[in-house]
């Protein structure tokens, strides 16, 4: 089955890029009707849709963060990416990716990768 | 501030029925999905569409849906569905954007 595994950078500094790579194994990322997903989760707080992409390139971004993010993919190595500039302590959260299917009524996420925790601090 | 908004806490005792709910206004077009995340471990997938359990997911769980409110009920609570539950669907823009609700921290008495 599929599996998605984030990896980057755990810390950043303070005004820089977050830089995160999710690779997906198991199947084509381009495989099937799918867009691919980031979310985050500050310590001790909630889910946040970060945005999504589609294996045309297509996105879709949460409108609070639309101007410091990009996020891009790359179907010859099965990967997508996320970046976040301009980074602050705000940003520091654990960072998933996930698949997303969607239709007309539905929309879900699964699966998800374990996660990993970007700490921004100088 | 949410699109989604969920009951900040709720408890259950062992072997009862719960509802945890989430409303918002773009339920009234899509399902939420509803997922189960447990102390260091990322989400899982509980509930998605109209009422569809992923493979793997306890027959205890199920989902409905009703104007701008959607639910998860689990019926006889076990001890390890004690966990952290979040609801998700699009935001109500139009613009195919995701959303979470806040979560619900699930108690097992």
């Known amino acids: 089955q599929v599996q998605l595994q984030e990896s980057g950078p755990g810390l950043v500094k303070p005004s820089q890029t977050l830089s995160l790579t999710c690779t997906v194994s198991g199947g084509s990322i381009s495989s099937g009707s799918y867009y691919w997903s980031w979310i985050r989760q500050p310590a001790g707080k909630g889910l946040e849709w970060i945005g999504r992409?589609?294996?045309?390139?297509?996105?879709n971004y949460n409108p609070s963060l639309k101007s410091r993010v990009t996020i891009s993919v790359d179907t010859s190595k099965n990967q997508f990416s996320l970046k976040l500039s301009s980074v602050t302590a705000a940003d520091t959260a654990v960072y998933y990716c996930a698949r997303e299917d969607s239709g007309s009524y539905f929309f879900y996420l699964d699966p998800w990768g374990q996660g990993t925790l970007v700490t921004v601090s100088s | 501030s949410s699109e989604l908004t969920q009951d900040p806490a709720v408890s259950v005792a062992l072997g009862q029925t719960v509802r945890i709910t989430c409303q918002g206004d773009s339920l009234r077009s899509y399902y939420a999905s509803w997922y189960q995340q447990k102390p260091g471990q990322a989400p899982v997938l509980v509930i998605y569409?109209?009422?569809n359990r992923p493979s793997g997911i306890p027959d205890r769980f199920s989902g409905s849906s009703s104007g701008n409110t959607a639910s998860l009920t689990i019926t006889g609570a076990q001890a390890e569905d004690e966990a952290d539950y979040y609801c998700n669907s699009r935001d109500s823009s139009g613009n195919h954007l995701g959303v979470f609700g806040g979560g619900t921290k699930l108690t097992v008495l």
């Open positions: 569409g109209k009422n």
């Open positions: 992409i589609y294996t045309s390139g297509s996105t």
